[in-house]
């Protein structure tokens, strides 16, 4: 049999600037990035503005890291999500970022992540149970794996809210992200925003809507007598800033909610599909996944109680992140001069992080475009910098483990009762929009076990 190779994109041939790439890059934001840059650490242009491509470690550490003030999120990320979210944690900057973030902190420690657990397991049963009614045929598992991971996200953020619409919210924030998704070169480059894109579409009613439906959920989790775990929004509410004790108002509240939803339930969500597509493709890595699980596991569902013994498992987790990043590419845009990789970069810049193109490097990895989840079961020979499915630095995501908790306990819940096997000639086509999507859906042969 042919050995598998993961699909990937066709990277461009002639870096960024020329016109073809430019067409390309309608479709998919990825293919921007030239095939070079998993071959060399920084690849520079100018196309208006001019712009840099890091994958260099040291250069990586030195933006997220050590010269982070130099370095704010692009105008482009906040631009298509300051509408939903507001000026929360994911989008402050300064001091405004500083207080939240603090605020927010106790909300992810490990022990009430842990706590979140149950949320979890239950969510994976319901998907087991929806799956089973489809078994002996394929089945589309973004579009499970999308469902699954929403009915976690609106369980931890809005656990005791009646008659909270939570469908409606689903698909509001859906249409959203994709009508906001659709991320045009202009707006990578940094081109200002009263220029007209062609996909603007979700109008301010929408908007609306969504906020009132998050602000009566909100209002009736207030109401209502808590139920068992402390959720996302018991834990926010109680924090406050450490220096001044102000604690967030009900608009902070509620946009930081909807921040965790919007940055935390697709991603999830990607991860998943993306590792059930691999896996499909790979017998033995499902199998030994199998037996891992089933050693640790025996006949009880799976919680945070199992999560250190499920090392395989995590590992195909941290693979699938590495292949497939679903935020595959981050903007920052350099506020003074800086010297990155031996070269001057200049107040104004557009200074691009391709993690996909970092997470294939030929610099950095060995076979880098293969499915090899083993080379996890060591982290500690990840040199740092080279692997940023999270970021890193300051502003690393701050639900990484609330995700990845997430992601194994969903992930070896299934394998625990489905095989799954690819489904010839329906490869799903990795596409970015706004996060890394399998267009085409995953659709996986599914047979119970
Ligand atoms: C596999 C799933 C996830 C991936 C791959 C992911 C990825 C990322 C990345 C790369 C960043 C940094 C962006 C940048 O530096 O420009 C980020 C930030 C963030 N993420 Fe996640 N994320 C995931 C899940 C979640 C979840 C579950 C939540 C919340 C419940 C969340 C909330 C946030 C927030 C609030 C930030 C902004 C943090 C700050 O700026 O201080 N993410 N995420």
């Known amino acids: 049999m042919d050995r598998f190779v993961p699909v990937k994109i066709a990277l461009g041939q002639k870096p960024l600037g020329i016109w073809g790439s430019l067409q390309a890059a309608r479709n998919n934001v990825l293919s921007l990035i030239p095939e070079i840059a998993t071959r060399q650490p920084i690849v520079s242009g100018k196309v208006g503005v001019r712009w840099h491509m890091v994958m260099d470690p040291t250069a990586l550490r030195r933006i997220l890291r050590d010269n982070l003030q130099n370095y704010p999120k692009s105008t482009v990320t906040k631009e298509l999500l300051r509408p939903a979210i507001g000026e929360s944690l994911f989008i402050a900057e300064g001091a405004h970022w500083k207080w939240q973030r603090q605020a927010a902190a106790p909300v992810f420690t490990h022990r009430n992540i842990s706590n979140l657990a149950p949320i979890m397991t239950r969510a994976a049963a319901a998907a087991t149970e929806r799956i089973a009614q489809h078994t002996g045929r394929a089945v589309d598992l973004y579009s499970e794996m999308m469902d699954t991971t929403f ?3 609106s369980d931890v953020t809005f656990s005791n809210s009646d008659g909270f619409d939570r469908k409606e919210l689903f698909k509001m924030i859906d249409t959203y992200i994709d009508s906001t998704a659709k991320v045009s070169i202009l707006d990578i480059l940094g081109a200002p925003s009263w220029v007209p894109r062609p996909s603007r579409a979700m109008i301010g009613s929408d908007i609306r809507r969504i906020k009132s439906i998050a602000d009566r959920a909100i209002a009736s989790h207030k109401a209502n007598k808590h139920g068992e775990a402390a959720d996302l929004l018991d834990l926010l509410e109680a924090g406050e800033d450490p220096d001044t ?3 967030m108002t009900r608009q902070e509240l509620r946009d930081n909610l909807l921040a965790f939803i919007v940055a ?3 991603t999830t969500a ?5 590792a059930l597509y691999l896996l499909s493709h790979d017998k033995d890595a499902q199998n030994r996944a199998r037996d891992e699980i089933n050693a640790a596991t025996g006949d009880r569902p ?14 195909v987790i941290d693979e699938a992140l590495r292949l497939y990043p679903p935020a595959a590419f981050v903007s920052r845009t350099a506020l003074g001069p800086d010297r990155l990789c031996d070269r001057d ?5 557009t200074v691009m992080l391709p993690f996909y193109a970092l997470h294939r490097s030929h610099l950095y990895w060995n076979d880098p475009d293969n499915f090899r989840p083993q080379r996890f079961m060591k982290p500690n ?3 740092r910098f080279t692997y940023l499915p999270f970021g890193d630095g300051p502003r690393i995501c701050i639900g990484a483990s609330f995700a990845l908790q997430e992601a194994v306990i969903i992930l070896a819940t299934l394998l625990k009762r489905f095989a ?4 010839a000639g329906k490869n799903p086509e990795p596409v970015m929009i706004l996060t890394l999507r399998p267009k085409g859906g995953v659709w996986v042969h599914v047979d119970k076990i």
């Open 302 to 315: 799976i919680g945070a109680e199992h999560l250190d013994k499920l090392p395989f498992v995590r590992a």
């Open 245 to 247: 004790k102000r604690r």
């Open 151 to 153: 009915d976690v996200i």
């Open 264 to 266: 935390g339930h697709e």
């Open 381 to 383: 020979k990840i040199e």
């Open 345 to 349: 970069v200049t107040a104004g810049d």
């Open 420 to 423: 799954f096997t690819a489904v």
């Open 270 to 274: 990607l991860t998943l599909s993306w």
